[in-house]
């Protein structure tokens, strides 16, 4: 079994390696249909498997195309990780698409709209009644003293 840091070096590398693929060597048309990105690469302890994670910004339908596309490249891609990477043996490629994004905005757009909900009525009027009345009792205490 490898090292943790071993790992770690493996799989950015092969995250920059899937990167460049993905810019230069992937012919496939369907990988163009949407915007590609490797977010991040998991790779087992015996490094054997490998899970790339891939951001594809578009529609949904470009997103299924985008995800059949490399699919259908794994094998183009194992092949040149083999290539390209001194390893003893080449881990088998499964692509994932990653939604954590796309969540991410979602969430941002939850809390905008929270927070635009609640500037408008966030005193009631109750609370600026007691603070008015506060307010002139110490008033009240100033004018005494003079």
Do not use: C, W
Request: aromatic share 4%; charged share 35%.
């Amino acid at each position: 079994m490898a090292t943790n840091r071993r790992i770690e070096r493996v799989a950015s590398l092969i995250k920059r390696e899937v990167s460049l693929m993905l810019l230069n060597g992937i012919k496939d048309d369907r990988v163009g249909a949407g915007m590609v990105s490797v977010t991040d690469v998991i790779v087992s302890g015996d490094l054997q498997h490998t899970k790339i994670f891939v951001s594809i910004y578009g529609t949904d339908e470009a997103k299924a195309e985008t995800m059949e596309g490399l699919k259908s490249a794994t094998s183009y891609v194992r092949n040149q990780l083999g290539q390209r990477v001194q390893l003893r043996r080449t881990p088998e490629v499964v692509f994932l698409e990653d939604r954590s994004l796309e969540r991410g905005d979602k969430m941002l757009i939850l809390l905008n709209q929270l927070s635009a909900d609640r500037k408008p009525g966030m005193f009631d009027d109750e609370e600026l009644a007691d603070g008015n009345e506060n307010d002139d009792e110490d008033d009240d205490l100033e004018t005494d003293e003079d």
